[in-house]
């Protein structure tokens, strides 16, 4: 992982600031969106990696849920938090020793990934992700993004996030049509708070 390791941004990342901030800075309601609007079915098997919380499985339909976060109280946290036996939890990187025992998935989400992680470990993650989708299965993900003649508070709150490989377009697209050759971007500027979100849906 690339990222600030200060003390601040450890307490930042503990489950309740986290939550707190997300939605404060209207990251919750953004993903939410980006759920309701690509997960409609139900039973659909879901693979999450850097879930934190997991707080996107409330809104999800019912599902087959596997999170992987790094983040011991984030993974503690979604455990205690949500017991359905359809969701699994790891606290650990995904690696190429997981693919054995998981099963093949509908959907796998990145959200807030891609930018915590130089191109290597970035190529290394969306191949095992690629290994473990269904044909015509989809991916999602959504990180900050530099612009230009971007906001200016959009800009120093994205130059001080946590993870230290924020991309520019061109770069996160180049990225991942290594692996997925169908990818469709958009660029959200939000203005309150300032912020800049790009996402992407890509089929394999």
Same mark, same amino acid.
């Given at each position: 992982?690339?990222?600030?390791?200060?003390?601040?941004?450890?307490? &930042?990342?503990?489950?309740?600031?986290?939550?707190?901030?997300?939605?404060?800075? /209207?990251?919750?309601? =953004?993903?939410?969106?980006?759920?309701?609007?690509?997960?409609?079915?139900?039973?659909?098997?879901?693979?999450? &990696?850097?879930?934190?919380?997991?707080?996107?499985?409330?809104?999800?339909?019912? *599902?087959?849920?596997?999170?992987?976060?790094?983040?011991?109280?984030?993974?503690?946290?979604?455990?205690?938090?949500?017991?359905?036996?359809?969701?699994?939890?790891? *606290?650990?990187?995904?690696?190429?020793?997981?693919?054995?025992?998981?099963?093949?998935?509908?959907?796998?989400?990145? =959200?807030?990934?891609?930018?915590?992680?130089?191109?290597?470990?970035?190529?290394?993650?969306?191949?095992?992700?690629?290994?473990?989708?269904?044909?015509?299965? &989809?991916?999602? !993900?959504?990180?900050?993004?530099?612009?230009?003649?971007?906001? &200016?508070?959009?800009? =120093?709150?994205?130059? /001080?996030?946590?993870?230290?490989?924020?991309?520019?377009?061109?770069?996160?697209?180049?990225?991942?049509?290594?692996?997925?050759?169908?990818?469709? /971007?958009?660029?959200?500027?939000?203005?309150?708070?300032?912020? !800049?979100?790009?996402?992407?849906?890509?089929?394999?």
């Amino acid at each position: 992982m690339s990222q600030r390791t200060n003390i601040l941004h450890d307490f &930042i990342n503990s489950p309740q600031i986290y939550k707190i901030i997300q939605k404060i800075m /209207s990251g919750t309601s =953004f993903r939410k969106k980006i759920i309701k609007e690509n997960i409609k079915k139900k039973n659909l098997k879901i693979l999450d &990696i850097g879930c934190g919380p997991a707080e996107i499985i409330d809104f999800m339909p019912e *599902c087959i849920y596997y999170g992987y976060d790094i983040d011991k109280r984030s993974i503690d946290y979604a455990k205690k938090k949500y017991k359905n036996k359809n969701y699994k939890f790891f *606290c650990k990187e995904f690696k190429s020793s997981d693919l054995k025992r998981l099963p093949y998935f509908d959907y796998v989400i990145l =959200f807030g990934i891609l930018h915590h992680l130089n191109n290597k470990q970035a190529k290394n993650v969306l191949n095992l992700c690629k290994k473990k989708m269904k044909k015509n299965s &989809i991916l999602l !993900t959504e990180d900050p993004i530099l612009i230009k003649n971007q906001n &200016i508070v959009a800009k =120093f709150l994205i130059k /001080s996030d946590r993870g230290t490989n924020v991309r520019k377009k061109n770069e996160y697209i180049d990225l991942l049509k290594t692996y997925f050759k169908n990818c469709k /971007s958009k660029v959200t500027k939000q203005f309150f708070i300032p912020y !800049t979100w790009f996402t992407t849906v890509c089929k394999k």
